[in-house]
C-alpha cells in the first residue's frame, strides 16, 4: 500500500501516486501505439484552427466586398452583408462556449475517445451544410454548430494528451495540441487563398468557400479513428475497472505496465482515512501530502488555487491581444512597404506553426514557467513598441517601419513558445482525474468567453483609446500575466499531480503568510 501520513489536522492519509518516479514513471516506455492515439487526437485540434479561421480568407468573398477594380464575387458565393457576416464569425464563440460544458458532461459518461469521435458528427454536419446552403440564416446556425464541436474538442483533447502520455514526453504531446491548432488555421488560410480559388468574369480571384469546406468534412472523416485507438487508462480507473486499465496501458505502453497500473488505480480511489491523536509536525515530508490530503471525493472546489492557475492562464491567452495582432499583421506589412503584404502574412503564420513546434522540444527541456514568463514579458515589449509606433506616427516623430515588423516578430515568437501551448498543456497537469474533466471544460469555456469578448470590443476600443492606447493596454495585461506566472503558476515539468498540488499549497502558505505579516506590520505601526 502507499505510505501513510499525517496531514496539518492530525488525521492518518494514505498518498495517491499519481506517475510517481519510482517505480511508476521509471518504467514507463512509450508505444507506437501511443504516438498514433496522439496523431489521431490531434486532429481534433486542427478542426479548431481550420474552423476558427475559416472567415479570414472567406469574408470577403461571402460578405461581397468588390475587388479593388470595382468586380464582385460570383452570385453563389455571396450571402451575407458587413453585419450579418459579423454575427456569422462571432457566433462561433458562443458555440464553444456551450460546447466546452457538454465536454465535460461527455466525456465522463462516454469516455475520452468516444467524445472526440463524438464531435465528428456535429463537424460533418456543419461542412455538409456550409457547402451546400444557401441561406444566410442557416450558415449562421451552422456556425454555431461548428462551433458547439470545436468546444467539445477543444475541453476534452488536453485531458486525453495528459491522460495517455508518460511522464517524460506529456509536456512534448500537450504542447502538440496548439501545435494543431496553429497548423489549422495556416491550412485553411493557404487554401482558402491560393488553392480554392475561383474567378469572375473580370478575371479577378476569389475565395471558393464552398469548395473550402469539403476539406473540413474529410478532417472529420480522420477523426472517426478516434474510436479505434486506446481509452484513456485514467478514465478506466476511476471507473474501478482494473482489467480495462491494464488493457489501455498494454498498448499505450512498450514494457511492464504493473506498476502504473497500481499507480493509476491508487490514485483513482479514495485515500483510506483515520484520526490520529497526534498533530502533524509540520515536516517536509508532512507537506508534501498535503496536497493529496483532501483527494478522494473531492469536488472542484477542493481545487480553487489550481482553478485560479488553470482558468487563469486561459483568460490571459486571450486577453494577450493576440487576436488583435493576427488582423493587423497585413497592414503592418503594407506599412512596412513589404513587396507582398498578403503573402507576408501567411509566412508569419507558417513562422508560428515551426516555433510552436520549437515549444514541443522546449517545453520538456526549459520547463513550463519560465518560458511563460520569458514569453509573456516579451509580448509585453512587443505591444508597447506597437504602442510607440503608433503614437510616433500620430505625432510625426521618429517611427521606422521595421519597427513595427520587429514587434510583430517578437510577439509571434514570444506567443507561439509561451502563452499559445503552455496554458493547455498545465491545464492537464494542476488537477487530479477526478476533476480534471470538468475543471478542462470550465477553464475552455472561460477561454472561449473571453476570446467573444475580445472579438466583440477590439474595434470599438480602437475608436475609443485609439490604435497606441489599444496595444498600450495590451502590454499592460500581458506584464500582469508574467507577474501572475512569477506568483501565482509552479513548475510542473516531470511532476506528479500530487507534487504540483503541494507545490500550490506551499504557494498558497507563503502568500498567506506574507499578507499576515503585512496586515500585523500595519497594525503595530
Not at 193 to 221: H, I, K, M, P
Not at 369 to 379: K, N
Not at 403 to 409: N, P, Y
Request: proline fraction near 6%.
Amino acid at each position: 500500500p502507499p505510505p501513510a501520513s499525517l496531514d496539518s489536522r492530525g488525521t492518518c492519509t494514505w498518498s495517491s501516486a499519481i506517475d510517481e518516479p519510482p517505480p511508476a514513471a521509471a518504467s514507463q516506455r512509450a508505444s507506437a501505439a501511443m504516438f498514433a492515439a496522439v496523431g489521431l487526437c490531434c486532429v481534433s485540434p486542427l478542426l479548431f484552427g481550420f474552423s476558427l479561421s475559416f472567415t479570414s480568407p472567406t469574408q470577403t468573398t461571402m460578405q461581397g466586398d468588390p475587388h479593388p477594380d470595382g468586380s464582385l464575387p460570383p452570385p453563389g458565393l455571396r450571402e451575407f452583408s458587413k453585419a450579418s457576416e459579423g454575427w456569422y464569425a462571432s457566433l462561433f464563440n458562443v458555440g464553444a462556449v456551450i460546447g466546452a460544458f457538454s465536454g465535460s458532461a461527455l466525456s465522463e459518461r462516454l469516455g475520452r475517445k468516444k467524445t472526440l469521435a463524438f464531435t465528428a458528427l456535429p463537424h460533418a454536419v456543419a461542412w455538409v451544410g456550409t457547402a451546400l446552403s444557401h441561406s444566410g440564416v442557416m450558415l449562421t446556425i451552422l456556425r454555431i454548430l461548428n462551433g458547439w464541436a470545436v468546444g467539445m474538442g477543444s475541453a476534452v483533447t488536453p485531458c486525453y494528451i495528459g491522460e495517455i502520455a508518460t511522464t517524460g514526453l506529456r509536456g512534448a504531446l500537450g504542447a502538440a495540441n496548439q501545435l494543431s491548432v496553429t497548423t489549422g488555421i495556416f491550412m485553411v488560410s493557404l487554401l482558402g487563398d491560393y488553392v480554392f480559388v475561383v474567378e469572375n468574369d473580370q478575371g479577378d480571384r476569389f475565395c471558393q468557400w464552398r469548395e473550402l469546406a469539403w476539406c473540413g468534412l474529410g478532417l472529420c472523416t480522420v477523426l472517426l479513428g478516434m474510436l479505434y485507438m486506446p481509452e484513456s487508462p485514467r478514465w478506466h480507473a476511476k471507473r474501478g475497472d482494473q482489467a480495462a486499465v491494464e488493457a489501455a496501458l498494454r498498448r499505450l505502453r512498450a514494457g511492464d505496465v504493473a506498476a502504473e497500473v497500481e499507480a493509476m488505480l491508487a490514485e483513482a480511489s479514495p485515500p483510506p482515512q483515520q484520526p490520529l491523536a497526534a498533530a502533524a509536525d509540520g515536516s517536509p515530508a508532512a507537506q508534501a501530502e498535503a496536497g493529496s490530503s483532501s483527494r478522494g471525493g473531492a469536488g472542484l472546489g477542493a481545487y480553487s488555487r489550481s482553478l485560479v492557475v488553470g482558468v487563469g492562464l486561459c483568460m490571459f491567452q486571450q486577453l494577450s491581444g493576440v487576436n488583435a495582432i493576427m488582423m493587423y499583421t497585413t497592414k503592418i506589412c503594407q506599412e512596412a512597404n513589404v513587396p507582398s503584404p498578403e503573402l507576408a502574412a501567411m509566412a508569419s503564420m507558417g513562422l508560428q506553426v515551426v516555433l510552436t513546434g520549437v515549444a514541443c522540444v522546449l517545453v520538456e527541456r526549459a520547463g513550463r514557467r519560465p518560458l511563460l514568463l520569458v514569453g509573456s514579458a516579451f509580448m509585453s515589449l512587443a505591444h508597447f513598441l506597437l504602442s510607440y509606433y503608433y503614437v510616433a506616427q500620430s505625432i510625426h516623430i521618429w517611427a521606422p517601419s521595421w519597427l513595427a515588423l520587429l514587434a510583430l516578430c517578437i510577439f509571434i515568437v514570444s506567443f507561439s513558445l509561451g502563452m499559445g501551448p503552455i496554458p493547455w498543456l498545465i491545464l492537464a497537469e494542476v488537477f487530479p482525474t477526478e476533476v480534471r474533466g470538468t475543471a478542462s471544460s470550465l477553464a475552455t469555456a472561460v477561454n472561449w468567453s473571453t476570446s467573444f469578448v475580445v472579438t466583440l470590443v477590439f474595434l470599438r476600443l480602437q475608436e475609443m483609446i485609439t490604435r497606441q492606447g489599444t496595444f498600450l493596454m495590451f502590454g499592460i495585461i500581458c506584464f500582469g500575466c508574467a507577474v501572475f506566472v512569477q506568483f501565482l503558476v509552479p513548475e510542473t515539468k516531470g511532476k506528479s499531480v500530487d507534487e504540483v498540488l503541494s507545490e500550490l499549497s506551499r504557494r498558497g502558505r507563503r502568500g498567506s503568510g506574507q499578507c499576515r505579516d503585512v496586515a500585523l506590520g500595519s497594525v503595530a505601526s
